[in-house]
Every structure is written in C-alpha cells, then in structure tokens.
C-alpha cells in the first residue's frame, strides 16, 4: 500500500483546512486508515482514525474541531481540520492499520504533509 497525502498548508488561526489522502493497491475491510501528527521535538501522536464501517475515534485535544471520514470506493481518507490554532502545526501523517494476525499489526505510512497555523 503507498499513500499520498495533500491538503497541507499554512493557515491563520480560527481557519480550516482539510486534509486527503489516497491510497494505492488494495485497502482492505478490516483496515483502519488514519491521520497523526508530529511537532517538532514532540513525539507523533495519533489525531483521528476511522474504520471501513465509519466507526471513529479522536485524539480528545481535536474532538470538536476536526472530521474524519473515508470514502471506501475511492480509498481515501480525509481530515476536515476546523478552528486550527497554533498547536495543531505539525506534519500530519496518513496512515493504514492492518490486523496480519492477533495482535500483530502492519502500519502503512504516507511521506506527511506540513500544516502551519500561524498569523
């Protein structure tokens, strides 16, 4: 699976941007597919996640402001970023989840896209 992310940007505070990312090759049923971030000097950190089924789960500092959602036919997420400020700067990563057996999971990486939030 290769992921191209786009979407990113710099961006004023109270402003919005929304983030996508295809997937090439095959996403399965059971793949989850999801966006993290990483600030400088910070650790990444998961931002949002859904399942082929719509089922969701947020990071609670972007509970509110941000969407995910995902369109199955065209294997692709997306992140609706709402009310950004400056905290939310980060590179933001896509990414794909795949369960290969119990407890034992692939991660699938996009190469990140960069979102500034600053006036």
């Known amino acids: 699976v290769q992921l191209q992310a786009s979407g990113g940007g710099l961006v004023q505070p109270g402003g919005s941007l929304r983030l996508s990312c295809a997937a090439s090759?095959?996403?399965?049923?059971?793949?989850?597919m999801g966006w993290y971030r990483q600030a400088p000097g910070k650790q990444r950190e998961l931002v949002a996640a859904i399942t082929s089924g719509g089922i969701t789960n947020y990071a609670d500092s972007v509970k509110g402001r941000f969407t995910i959602s995902r369109d199955n036919a065209k294997r692709t997420v997306y992140l609706q970023m709402n009310s950004l400020t400056p905290e939310d700067t980060a590179v933001y990563y896509c990414?794909?989840?795949?369960?290969?057996?119990?407890?034992?999971?692939?991660?699938?990486w996009g190469q990140g896209t960069q979102v500034t939030v600053s006036s």
């Open positions: 990414n794909v989840k795949r369960l290969i057996i119990p407890g034992t999971f692939r991660d699938f």
């Open positions: 090759g095959s996403i399965f049923s059971g793949d989850v």
